[in-house]
């Protein structure tokens, strides 16, 4: 069964930064594309950034680009996020999801838990 474990989540003050880390097991990970999608509140789930399997391909929805950088180290399945400049706007919860962009949030979606990220002064 597959298994994604959140990490780094908190309250941050507007322009500050956060790394995001997510451990992988139980599925092939360096076969498979990875994203992080957010959740804000009464929202729907967004995908934020993806990265293909070999990490030489990434995807940033135009809400973060510029700010946000997606990595992944396939000798340790896992997967990063770092956020700077983080805004107001950016306050979710953030998962970590298997697949690129529209299929980290199609039916066929596995997400972790997550972890809340709060950016408020």
Do not use: H
């Not at 990875?34 to 789930?45: E, F, H, I, N």
């Not at 990434?58 to 700077?84: E, H, P």
């Amino acid at each position: 069964q597959v298994q994604l474990v959140e990490s780094g989540g908190g309250l941050v003050q507007p322009g500050g930064s956060l790394r995001l880390s997510c451990a992988a097991s139980q599925f092939p990970f360096s076969a498979v594309a990875m994203s992080w999608v957010r959740q804000a509140p009464g929202k729907g789930l967004e995908c934020v950034s993806s990265i293909d399997n070999l990490g030489g391909f990434t995807y940033y929805a135009d809400s973060v680009k510029g700010r946000f950088t997606i990595s992944r180290d396939n000798t340790k399945k896992m997967t990063y996020l770092q956020m700077n400049n983080l805004r107001p706007l950016d306050t979710a919860v953030y998962y970590c999801a298997l697949y690129w962009g529209p299929e980290a949030v199609s039916p066929r979606k596995r997400l972790g838990r997550g972890t809340q990220v709060t950016v408020s002064s």
